[in-house]
């Protein structure tokens, strides 16, 4: 029979950082739900595609300013993961823009939006390393 092994709880000194972690992902992933949001579903209207992508450039820009505040060593492989994550992302967003004004075809809108959003995954492989690392708080 394989034992776990158990965790120890984040450390008082790195709850700030779990805490600006969690503001980056949170703002991240508002942006790309907006962003998905520009992809037709059955009757429903879709967001307009410019207001998509400007939403996910202010995301990308926000999260950016809670980027520091989570560096730390034990997890600055993730840390980094998710910085070119955004800078791919960021690099893709006048190609969404490009694709809708030249196509009305649905799939290479979705192919420009999947390079957006794809990349982004990094956060939530990050936040698996959080929790792999450490017993995070549920009050927290």
Do not use: K, Y
């Not at 192919?111 to 708080?137: C, K, M, S």
Request: charged content about 35%; hydrophobic content about 45%; glycine content about 8%.
């Amino acid at each position: 029979m394989r034992l776990r092994r158990r965790r120890d709880p984040l450390p008082d000194d790195l709850l700030p950082a779990w805490q600006a972690f969690l503001d980056c992902a949170a703002v991240i992933e508002g942006g790309r739900r907006t962003l998905l949001g520009t992809m037709p579903v059955g009757r429903v209207e879709p967001t307009p595609v410019g207001l998509g992508v400007d939403a996910m450039g202010a995301a990308l820009e926000d999260a950016e300013g809670w980027m520091d505040g989570w560096r730390i060593d034990p997890l600055l492989e993730d840390w980094q993961d998710c910085h070119e994550a955004m800078d791919e992302a960021r690099s893709n967003l006048d190609a969404v823009r490009a694709v809708a004004a030249e196509t009305d075809e649905l799939e290479e809108l979705q192919e420009a939006v999947g390079e957006v959003i794809a990349p982004l995954d990094a956060f939530a492989d990050a936040e698996q390393t959080w929790r792999r690392t450490w017993r995070i708080p549920r009050d927290r």
